[in-house]
């Protein structure tokens, strides 16, 4: 009987977003399993697909097509993560097919060329027989002259290796160096030959008969450092073949150079003891179980985390712990390291592309136990978890904008049921879905309401900016501020500085009419990139030159307002000239690797005051810091969306715990306009339990989550009237279907209503309990999809920006 294969096809529209059957052609029977990539015909074309199941009967009445030929050798995809594709993309509204390429390495996906390379311990028959005296040959030229079978075989036995060419050769780094080519006793008779006055050259020959015989390249690097030549030398000696001149691939292990100090497990505190006493044991019990851990900054919520990782380990299982990206810092990076060493893969947006599969195989192989990793590590291919870990839990990062639009703590949630063990939800400020479910007993909450030893929590003042206003003109800084940085240069301790993005606080101006320079395609103010001298739009990438004169009244007084920080910076550098500055926002970390030397340097107290973003609120842990300055804590405050208090208090609870970690004590001065707003007087006061009662009886009064789910659809198009004409239509289309306790908010144009060329309109459903509405938004997506010029709907389920 001819075996039939599912396949979901590499075609992202609703039309397709099913399995097709296939018949599996005699060549390839026995060597096809769920979860291999395949090439199948489709309509006039060849086109990817995943195997998605096996079976022997198929409804389709035509004859079946046949598959082409087979992708990967083994499944690339295991049961449980095709069977979380299948749910991610019903309760995402996403592709089927969005799913299964979300799960894999990038390197993985079409677009990547794969040959199969011959190995050195080859049968040399094989090298005449497949190779053809090659020695790589293209993937689909393999399969085409033997079996994928044979070939998986092969590779089982180490004579041939799977390769996946990274196109982007650009980011290769490529070093001069040099092969020892003479013996030592070649180089002593080459020094004695020299003249007195060729120094260098002498201790360069010295240099080269202590390295005679190294079979492995040295970086010029290296030996400039090392012998004490110039360049200069080099390249004469290399003239007269001292050495063999080479080019060294620059290696690209993001951990390169690193010694991670190893780490012990510390002495526990007593609220910690209980923490993990509680969890291992239901890792070993194997129960699916959530334990929300709420506890304070610096309560050490991470040595419980490690600690419940040891455990897992010892019992053969398996751990994941996700990070937000933005927390993922090289201090996180070293304390997992130095705990579990090689144990440990590591997987986020700061790896190159094969850096990212190299870890994703180690992964696979089961030579890593342990991830670690931002959102889309939460797909990482682990076998016998015994407990995943989610630090930061409310973190906004772990939803994903695109399609599919998932949060990582479903996915957490679905994958522990899967594998029936514990799940660590953690955070100083949880969301309050999280929260609330605790409260309802859903969730077993462990409260961690001390820092480590004791340490107190650091003291909190809240200046009024509206007094300071009128003091001084139109500084950033108040008199208090100003007072506790001068103090802390002059003990030597440090100082961290947050200045609350303003989204887009750098434009250009015109002072005369007030022309702001906007993007031609979106509907919003073009930002001032001073590190390239351009004008960038961050929806849509347009850019262009930094104008001279107005586009509308032709004056030449335009005014830059440059990124909010580089401002602050100088204005600090002018009110203590003394003060050593690091700035950390997007335009100084935009190199690789420039965040983690900028937190070396602070650590090595290279710098007094670190100046950033929000993104330095997180996860920082540096002894000497006794003062953290919050710029402008209103920022997220004016933002039109339910959560802005929420935000606001998550940010500053977060900031001020960077504030005396260690034994010196710590402050934190907040700069506001709303000082008796409740998140700032709550975060003063480090009352998460009493911001949750406040937050969760405003949720209550305005029928917001978590007393209700939320939907938000977007429909968009080229044409205004169009995206407006269907929104109405699918409000039209859900109304019938709700019941009376559904609230719909909208619709309306979205607050940056105009993006890439295109206008989108938007409603967002409240309910709590709508039988029908699943159904009929999974119609509305099957209905809706045009080409790409045309209308386009996109439904989010909980999400976690409105704007
Ligand atoms: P959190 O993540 O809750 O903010 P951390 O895990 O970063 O807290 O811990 C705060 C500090 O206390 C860190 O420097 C950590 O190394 C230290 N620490 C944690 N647990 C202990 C312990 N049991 N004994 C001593 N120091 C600890
Ligand atoms: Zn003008
Ligand atoms: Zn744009």
């Not at 995402?92 to 799913?99: E, G, Q």
């Not at 150079?257 to 044991?281: D, F, N, Y």
């Not at 679905?414 to 999280?434: D, F, M, Q």
């Not at 402008?632 to 960077?658: H, I, K, Y």
């Amino acid at each position: 009987m001819t075996q039939i294969a599912e396949v979901i096809v590499d075609v992202p529209t609703m039309q397709t977003n099913r399995p097709f059957d296939y018949a599996i052609p005699a060549s390839l029977t026995e060597q096809i399993s769920p979860g291999m990539r395949v090439v199948v015909p489709f309509g006039k074309r060849q086109l990817q697909g995943f195997v998605v199941a096996i079976t022997d009967q198929s409804s389709f009445e035509g004859t079946l097509k046949e598959i082409v030929s087979v992708v990967d050798l083994r499944p690339v995809l295991n049961h449980e993560l095709l069977q979380l594709s299948q749910w991610l993309a019903q309760s995402t509204f996403a592709f089927w097919i969005s799913c299964l390429q979300t799960m894999l390495p990038s390197v993985m996906k079409a677009s990547y060329e794969k040959t199969v390379r011959l190995e050195p311990t080859a049968d040399p028959k094989l090298a005449t027989e497949l190779f053809q005296g090659k020695q790589e040959i293209p993937f689909s030229e393999a399969t085409s002259l033997t079996s994928a079978h044979k070939l998986l075989q092969l590779q089982k036995e180490q004579q041939v290796e799977i390769v996946y060419h990274v196109n982007n050769r650009a980011h290769k780094k490529m070093l001069k160096g040099l092969l020892p080519t003479k013996s030592a006793a070649e180089c002593e008779a080459l020094k004695a030959n020299l003249t007195k006055s060729a120094k260098k050259q002498a201790l360069l020959l010295t240099y080269l008969a202590s390295v005679a015989g190294q079979t492995e390249a040295i970086a010029y690097q290296q030996v400039l450092a090392a012998a004490a030549v110039s360049r200069e030398t080099l390249r004469t000696a290399a003239k007269k073949g001292w050495f063999k001149e080479v080019a060294i691939e620059q290696y690209r292990d993001p951990y390169a150079g690193h010694t991670v100090e190893h780490t012990k497990p510390r002495v526990l505190t007593a609220e910690q003891s209980a923490a993990v006493t509680q969890i291992s044991q239901a890792v070993k019990a194997s129960e699916n179980e959530v334990y929300l851990v709420e506890g304070v900054t610096g309560s050490g919520k991470t040595e419980i985390y490690l600690q419940v990782i040891q455990d897992a380990l010892k019992l053969g299982k398996t751990a994941l712990m996700l990070v937000p990206e933005i927390a993922l810092t090289p201090q996180m990076v070293n304390r997992v390291k130095g705990r579990f060493g090689e144990r440990v893969a590591m997987l986020h947006s700061g790896l190159s592309t094969g850096e990212r599969y190299d870890e994703w195989r180690r992964i696979e192989r089961q030579e890593a136990q342990v991830v670690v990793g931002a959102r889309s590590a939460v797909f990482a291919p682990l076998s016998h978890l015994g407990v995943i870990i989610m630090d930061e839990e409310h973190e906004t990062s772990y939803k994903q904008d695109d399609m599919p639009r998932y949060n990582a703590r479903d996915v957490v949630l679905w994958r522990a049921k899967y594998h029936n063990c514990p799940v660590i939800l953690g955070s100083a400020t949880p969301s309050l879905e999280s929260r609330a479910r605790a409260q309802k007993g859903v969730y077993h909450l462990i409260r961690l309401k001390h820092r480590v030893n004791d340490r107190p929590m650091p003291e909190v003042t809240v200046v009024d900016m509206k007094n300071e206003l009128k003091k001084t003109t139109e500084g950033n800084f108040s008199e208090l501020m100003l007072a506790q940085i001068r103090q802390r240069l002059i003990r030597h301790e440090q100082s961290v500085l947050m200045l609350n993005r303003r989204g887009f606080s750098s434009f250009v101006m015109c002072r005369d009419c007030g022309f702001v320079l906007k993007c031609p395609n979106c509907d919003i103010s073009l930002t001032l990139h001073m590190d390239t001298h351009s004008m960038k739009c961050h929806y849509c990438g347009h850019e262009e030159a930094i104008p001279k004169v107005c586009a509308n009244c032709h004056s030449h007084k335009i005014r830059y307002y440059g990124t909010g920080t580089q401002k602050v910076e100088a204005e600090l550098k002018e009110l203590l000239p003394t003060a050593r500055i690091l700035r950390m926002d997007v335009d100084t970390t935009r190199r690789k690797g420039a965040h983690e030397k900028i937190l070396n340097q602070f650590g090595r107290h290279d710098a007094d005051i670190l100046l950033g973003t929000q993104m330095i609120a997180k996860g920082l842990d540096f002894p000497d810091v006794t003062l953290v300055g919050v710029l402008n804590a209103d920022t997220a405050l004016g933002l039109p969306d339910f959560r802005a208090s929420e935000r606001t208090f998550q940010l500053l609870t977060q900031v001020s715990g960077r504030a005396g970690r260690a034994d010196k004590k710590g402050e934190v001065v907040v700069q506001t306009y709303n000082p008796e707003h409740y998140a700032i007087q709550l975060a003063r006061h480090h009352d998460y339990e009493g911001f949750y009662k406040r937050e969760m009886t405003l949720r209550h009064q305005g029928n917001y989550p978590p007393y209700y789910f939320t939907i938000l659809l977007t429909a968009s198009h080229e044409e205004e009237n169009l995206a407006a004409k269907k929104i109405f239509q699918l409000m039209n289309q859900l109304k019938p279907v709700l019941s009376k306790e559904a609230i719909i908010l909208g619709p309306t144009p979205r607050a940056i209503a105009r993006v890439n060329r295109r206008y989108y309109y938007q409603m967002v459903i409240k309910y709590k309990n709508e039988p029908n509405l699943n159904a009929e938004l999974t119609k509305i997506m099957q209905d809706n999809q045009e080409t790409k010029k045309g209308i386009q709907i996109s439904i989010d389920r909980e999400p976690l920006s409105f704007i």
